[in-house]
């Protein structure tokens, strides 16, 4: 018998209509029967990474102590709602001769099937299938093609090692600065991810620009030339020296450029002295990946990189368009030949475009994407050979649809041929440069006319034609202009564009020495997984999306976690070269045990710079957190003394008189099960009034509106760690002082008062 194992239910249906003798299918609970062939499938991971207590009981709870976390044996266990499928496959394993690997055609696919293979400890020979496409055509090609499941190990270890690292940072990281907060008196808990930490800094860092941006007036100094084969507009370049500029090149001074003005208009004679053209050719752009699809359709659409996914995986599992997570443009050139009957298709589909330009298509031009060398485990999402019936598809389908056959047609159109020109002219030795393209051939580029392609600028849509001068000859001033513009903010991200950042995430490296190192990397994150990344990211209330371009702005949440974070964990330097490392591995040349040995000391590092930060030793551990073992009370703080009183909320516990950060309040002997907590009273008020939530006395002090009396100033050596430019000043505020940097609003920064210094200096040695 052999056994397919898809990674979902619908694959499953999918290949059993291939597979020989479709008639005799019997539908079983959970699995078909098919002759000789039998075809069951998971429902996404079937497994998931045990929770550190259950490698030892002192993880259950969080403490400096237990930390770092690095299992010498991995565990996995069958999460509860797979359990019953998890039983199907393992009987159907135990009765099969051969298995084969029906996982998506990438690193998560082949892990999702091999990590249960490996849990079964399978011993039986096992094949792998790549299905990029479900339609006939494809997937008999894929039936036809079946290879050694062990050639991808490679692939599986990449995921694999993908899959640890990140547990180990979440595992270490996230309890060790959340312990850190919690020493210095703020209740938070922080989710550190290894892509999903650099990704929010990202926002949090974009935000700060744009609150902190001051736009610049600048001027620009245009002249129109006259030449007897025609007239031209030329900007001035001025010299490095030239007084009046900022760094960046911008002329600041207006009486400067008024001044040339008048100068050169009054000698209005000037000489080119250098005519540039270059005949150029612009490839056919190339079909989507997930990631440009994604960011095309934000920009067009407004469609999220969530929307978009979900978009084409229902193409998808109708056969209209391959497989969507892929990360790859290029096409195998094996399915060239389809071009025809792709492109016929198209044309009887009917809708007008894409018809018009599938009939202007050639087959047997061969563009720049069919290229098998930098074709990997699955390649571009392309209108597969069943044709779609679009107007039957939803209006998002139909969207997603037309941009994916619109870059398929693209290929079968000729390159795009132009004609660049750069004309320089000296005048009264300033120098005056005009660019400017003809178009020879639109190519296909005439699939693209009314609307603006993704990489294009707005100067590559310029396509003014420059007169035909000659070098050395000579020009009039007849007009001029002085252009008063400003600097331009950054604009913030959306998700289309958080995408395209995580992508490129060669812009954002801290160290320039990486930029080029890094550039043909594919990114932080998975196709897959970065949509998933900034939903959680929304979801947990880190980002929030304002106005109908659905911007993602940073809550206070945001901001607490990342300033309170090292560089190390912000810039994304150390998560996009281990994403190489990643790539690396899934072609052999990276081993898993090294990659994570690696990571294991990059996390004890950080774990040990937090210990040293807040003086951690193992006597004077300050954690809020309990063990009931033995009936033993663990500290928070400093001693906890009974009052006598029962708590009011869980009923069980002892109110218990503890010292904190901010002083003194009562805490149920219960926690961190009962969480429940009362401030003491202060003299003159009530207890009645008094009793409210320590939490919300903690909210305050981070409440920048609020007024209080400076109380010290003079502590100006106390550089604020997160902006660098402030100092931290001391307020008065009850039931203690608190300290805010001098920056304010444009900050946020604050903290509590240890021995009459900042809690974050009190702890330093």
Known sequence: MRLFIAEKPSVGRELSLVLPNP??????DGYIEQGENVITWAFGHMLEQVEPAEYDEKYKYWNFNALPILPDTWKLKVKKDSAKQFKVISQLMQKATTIVNAGDPDREGQLLIDEMLDYLGNTKPVQRILLNA????????ALDHLEDNKKFRYLRDSALARSRADWLMGMNLSRAYTLEQQHLGRRVTFPIGRVKTPTLALVVRRERELQNFVPVEYYVLQIQYAHEKGAFWATWKPKDTQIGLDPDGHMLEEAVVTSLRDRLMGEPQALVTLVEKKKKKEGQRLPYSLSSLQIVAGKLFNYTP???LDIAQKLYEK????????????LPVNQLSDGQTILSNIIAMGHKELGEWAKGGTPSIKSRAWNDK???AHHAIIPTTVRCPYHTLSKQEQNIYFLIAQAYIAQ???EHVYEQTRIEVTHQEELFTASGRVVIDLGWKVLYKKIKSSDETEEDQEEASLPAVKKGNSVTAQDSKVDQRKTKPPSRFTSATLVQAMKEIHKYVKQEELKKQLKDVSGIGTEATRATIIGELVSRKFLKEEGKKKTLIPTEEAYTLVDALPDTLLYPDSTAIWEERLAQMSEGKEKLDIFLQDQSKFIVELIDFVKDRVGHTPKTDMV???NKRAGTQRRIGATAQRTGRSCPKCKTGDMLLRKGPYGEFYGCSNFPKCKHTEQIAVKGE????????????????GNFETSGKILDETHKEYTCPRCKKGYLVQYEQKPEPIWKCSEGSSCRTSCADVGGKPAIYAHRK
């Open 23 to 28: 008639q005799s299918a019997k539908r079983r």
């Open 134 to 141: 479900l339609d006939e055509k494809s997937m008999r090609y």
């Open 306 to 308: 969530q929307e978009v």
């Open 319 to 330: 056969k209209y368009t391959s497989y969507p997570r892929s990360d790859c443009e290029y």
């Open 374 to 376: 930098k074709v990997t």
């Open 412 to 414: 079968f159109y000729p």
């Open 624 to 626: 809020h957190s309990a």
């Open 686 to 701: 009530s207890a009645s009034n008094s009793t409210r939530s320590v939490s919300n006395t903690e909210g305050n002090r």
